[in-house]
């Protein structure tokens, strides 16, 4: 298997990152060496392998529907790129 | 003082031959002296540090000390620790000032009163096995400035073994503990996973990410990880079991040890010297009263495959949170909100991890999650069973962290599958959820290697104690780096 150009572009906007034709040329070639490896995979009969997520078989804990944090926000706001009161600002998205 | 153990500082601190605020200017000092030179320490902030030493200084008079109250550390910058700068190696964060502290932090800070003397450098969001992915330059190795010391731990390596910090916290995904460990002399744990809080730990792989000591030897990472571990209701994978004493089992004679040796990590693809040594530290294990038993993992070829999509996958999720909005780095220039995280996204973050989103987002996306991501957990499996069936036979697994010594800089920088094949012999371990650890047995051309120590799921206690019993019997690690 070999990613196109295409689709090197086309994930890299499913990701948000933008990327000119020559970094995605760069990319293609590294992207495809390291497919060549994950390949290796594909020869393996894993039928009736159940997937395995995470290695504590432990199901997620449940709390009781409760506060339990403290208001925090003007702390948590001050590391923000820009806030105006009390909200994050962000280019117009609704005309 | 400067290559003390953790025991003999906390002893020399309780005996008041020294206070913590001279002992971690001792430490400041060396920093600033060899920090230009190594690059270990992304942040350094004095007046932080010495106050932390002065409330250590005061438990200690009060008597309401911990055994290592005032014992100065360094710890790796994917740690938020409150009011500190929390880079994660990446531009992303350059300007990041943590408004919060990890659980480890939060431990070692209020619980343990441990006194952090900095932030080390490491590989951007933990992706790299050099060092050299790091927004703020690569770091050197202190046993040949011209090599890398590891990653993604490097700078908690480097610190560690040049003495710039008794000990460090370091974090291990895919090895980033073990393998630096094992390039710079040191001894280094990864814990089960699940053991250690991830919480405030900035995340790359959620299911393989796990918090560890790396220190000088077995002694001094047993009493650092006693301030690490417990169950954390903040953290959703962390696991409710009873808290124990690392340091327990340390001296317990080793007669009778089982140590599993897989095939498949002595055959070929390692550098023939460090097999030798690695070969020599089973000859003394076995001197020390174990016997060896051939085991295997038939499918460990098979993990460093399987670890490049899960990681990749995982990260492009836990990655997608930087977006320039809430926290960490905003283009300066953008039209709309599309444009905004797009320019954001490109400038903020480094080549290695843009690459490393696009397999998980492409491993993700639809028509390929089947034949990549769900293949590879499934492949996950059949290395988690390799383990069950290798632990039916042995006690412990044996075998080389790395297939070589530290290699130069740059060596392997330009060639991505050639830097993740350098975690051949440590993946297999997180993807199991196994604990691991990397301690010294020998040098190549005055390079360190290190002996790779695999046990059973919460068998750190034993590991340590396999580890302590080689370090009483050899002075490998006792070997210190030649930089002043």
Redesign the interface.
């Known amino acids: 298997m070999s990613l196109t150009l295409e689709q090197v572009k086309r994930i890299a906007h499913l990701a948000r990152i933008e990327t000119s034709d020559a970094e995605a040329l760069t990319t293609q070639g590294h992207l495809n060496g390291i497919f060549q490896l994950i390949e290796q995979m594909q020869a393996v009969d894993t039928s009736g392998v159940e997937p395995m997520a995470h290695a504590q078989d432990v199901s997620q804990r449940l709390r009781e529907d409760a506060v339990t944090e403290s208001d925090r926000r003007a702390a948590y706001q001050a590391v923000a790129p820009e806030v105006e009161v009390g909200l994050y600002l962000v280019p117009k998205v609704i005309e | 003082m400067i290559n003390a153990s953790l025991r003999e500082l906390s002893q020399a601190l309780a005996a008041k031959k020294i206070s913590s605020v001279e002992l971690s200017t001792l430490f400041l000092d060396r920093i600033e002296r060899l920090n230009p030179t190594l690059n270990a320490f992304v942040t350094v902030d004095r007046e932080k540090s010495l106050k932390m030493a002065v409330a250590a200084d005061a438990r200690i008079a009060a008597g309401t000390a911990g055994p290592l109250t005032g014992v100065p550390i360094a710890q790796k910058d994917i740690f938020c620790a409150d009011g500190w700068r929390t880079t994660c190696g990446s531009k992303m964060l350059a300007n990041?000032?943590s408004?919060?502290d990890a659980t480890v932090i939060r431990k070692m800070h209020a619980e343990a009163g441990l006194v952090s003397l900095g932030k080390t450098n490491m590989d951007e969001f933990a992706m790299g096995s050099s060092n050299e992915t790091s927004f703020f330059g690569p770091v050197r190795n202190p046993w040949d400035t011209e090599r890398v010391p590891g990653g993604s731990s490097g700078g908690s390596a480097a610190a560690v073994a040049a003495r710039l910090a008794p000990a460090a916290t370091g974090t291990d995904t895919g090895g980033s503990i073990r393998q630096p460990a094992a390039l710079c002399n040191l001894t280094g744990l990864k814990p089960?996973?699940?053991v250690v809080s991830r919480y405030g730990m900035i995340a790359f792989a959620s299911?393989?990410d796990q918090g560890g000591p790396m220190a000088a030897s077995a002694e001094d990472c047993a009493l650092l990880l006693n301030t690490m571990v417990g169950f954390d209701?903040r953290d959703?994978?962390s696991?409710e079991r009873p808290v124990e004493d690392y340091t327990r089992d340390l001296e317990k004679p080793l007669n009778g040890l089982r140590i599993g040796l897989p095939k498949e990590f002595f055959g070929e693809g390692c550098d023939a010297d460090v097999m030798a040594a690695v070969r020599a530290a089973i000859a003394e294990y076995e001197k020390l009263g174990a016997t060896c038993v051939e085991v295997s993992l038939p499918?460990s070829?098979?993990s460093?495959?399987?670890y490049?999509?899960i990681a990749p996958a995982e990260a492009?999720s836990n990655l997608?949170r930087f977006?320039?909005?809430?926290?960490?780095?905003?283009a300066p220039d953008?039209?709309?909100?599309?444009?905004?995280?797009?320019?954001s996204?490109?400038q903020g973050?480094g080549a290695e991890v843009?690459?490393r989103?696009?397999?998980?987002?492409?491993v993700l996306?639809h028509g390929y999650y089947d034949?990549?991501y769900?293949?590879?957990?499934?492949?996950?499996?059949?290395i988690?069973n390799d383990f069950v069936e290798a632990f039916k036979q042995c006690d412990v697994i044996m075998g080389p962290t790395s297939p070589s010594t530290a290699f130069k800089l740059g060596e392997k920088a330009a060639?991505?599958?050639q830097m993740?094949l350098s975690d051949i012999y440590t993946i297999a371990v997180n993807?199991?959820?196994l604990p691991g650890m990397s301690i010294p047995c020998g040098f190549v051309g005055g390079l360190p290697v290190g002996l790779q120590l695999i046990g059973n799921y919460f068998a750190e206690g034993q590991l340590l104690n396999v580890a302590h019993r080689y370090q009483q019997a050899t002075d490998w690690h006792q070997r210190r780096a030649a930089i002043e």
């Open positions: 990041f000032i408004p919060y089960t996973y699940g299911s393989l209701e959703s994978t696991l499918n070829h098979l460093v495959p399987a490049y999509v492009s997608s977006d320039g909005v809430r926290y960490g780095y905003r953008y039209g709309n909100l599309d444009d905004m995280y797009m320019k996204r490109a973050f843009k690459r989103i696009l397999i998980g987002a492409y996306s034949a990549y769900l293949q590879a957990q499934r492949i996950r499996r059949l988690a060639d991505p599958v993740y993807l199991a959820g």
